[in-house]
T-cell receptor
Framework: SQQGEEDPQALSIQEGENATMNCSYK?????LQWYRQNSGRGLVHLIL?????REKHSGRLRVTLDTSKKSSSLLITASRAADTASYFC????????????FGAGTQVVVTP | ETGVTQSPTHLIKTRGQQVTLRCSSQ?????VSWYQQALGQGPQFIFQ???????GRGNFPPRFSGLQFPNYSSELNVNALELDDSALYLC?????????????FGSGTRLTVV
C-alpha cells in the first residue's frame, strides 16, 4: 500500500513556469524526501526535510512540510525541459526507520 | 551520476523460474534496500539489509529473499516467479539510516515474467 499520495497525478507546463506538486501522508514521520525519476529508471534524491523543519530550499527547489496536516509540497521554479520526469514523495516513518513509503508520483512534462 | 550499480539491466523469465538480481552499493554505504516498482506506481519496500543482517521487511512473500555480502554488495532472489512479479527492481544504499542523507538508487533491473 502507498503511504503518500501525490497531487496532481500529472502536470504539464511551459519552460519558465513554476511547477507545484503536493504530497499527503498518513502516519508520523522522521523525515520526508522527494525523488525524481526519468523514464522508469533509477530515482534521484532531490531533498530531505526533517519532521521539525517547515521549509527547505535547494537550488530551484523549495519544499514545505506541515506535520499537523500531514502534507508537503514541492515547488520547482523556472522549469526547464530537463525537469520533465516523475516526482515522488517518500516518508520515513517513526515506526519504520529507513524503510521508505512512496506515493504514486506526479508526472511532470515541461514543454519548450 | 549514481554510485549504485545493478545487473542485469533487463531480464525476461518464465513463470515458475527463479531469478537473482545483483546490486553493488556505493562505496562506504553499509545499508542496502530493495524496492519493487510496478508500472505506473511508486516503489514498494521489499527488505533492507544492514551489515549483512536483514533489518526490516515489507509485505512480500518468503519467495522474495536477499543477501548482503561483506563488501556490502547485495542480491535479491525471487523463487517461483509469477506474472505479477514483472516490475522494475530498484536497489538503494545509504550510510546507516536515511535520516540525514536519503538513499542513492541504482538504475534498476527491469524484470519481465512471461
Amino acid at each position: 500500500s502507498q503511504q503518500g499520495e501525490e497531487d496532481p497525478q500529472a502536470l504539464s507546463i511551459q519552460e519558465g513556469e513554476n511547477a507545484t506538486m503536493n504530497c499527503s501522508y498518513k502516519t508520523s514521520i522522521n523525515n520526508l524526501q522527494w525523488y525524481r525519476q526519468n523514464s522508469g529508471r533509477g530515482l534521484v534524491h532531490l531533498i530531505l526535510i526533517r519532521s521539525n523543519e517547515r521549509e527547505k530550499h535547494s537550488g530551484r527547489l523549495r519544499v514545505t512540510l506541515d506535520t499537523s496536516k500531514k502534507s508537503s509540497s514541492l515547488l520547482i521554479t523556472a522549469s526547464r525541459a530537463a525537469d520533465t520526469a516523475s516526482y515522488f514523495c517518500a516518508t520515513d516513518g517513526t515506526d519504520s526507520w529507513g524503510k521508505l513509503q512512496f506515493g504514486a508520483g506526479t508526472q511532470v512534462v515541461v514543454t519548450p | 551520476e549514481t554510485g549504485v550499480t545493478q545487473s542485469p539491466t533487463h531480464l525476461i523469465k518464465t513463470r515458475g523460474q527463479q531469478v537473482t538480481l545483483r546490486c553493488s552499493s556505493q562505496s562506504g554505504h553499509n545499508t542496502v534496500s530493495w524496492y519493487q516498482q510496478a508500472l505506473g506506481q511508486g516503489p514498494q519496500f521489499i527488505f533492507q539489509y544492514y551489515r549483512e543482517e536483514e533489518n526490516g521487511r515489507g509485505n512480500f512473500p518468503p519467495r522474495f529473499s536477499g543477501l548482503q555480502f561483506p563488501n556490502y554488495s547485495s542480491e535479491l532472489n525471487v523463487n517461483a516467479l509469477e506474472l505479477d512479479d514483472s516490475a522494475l527492481y530498484l536497489c538503494a544504499s545509504s550510510v546507516g539510516t536515511v535520516e540525514n542523507y536519503g538513499y542513492t538508487f541504482g538504475s534498476g533491473t527491469r524484470l519481465t515474467v512471461v
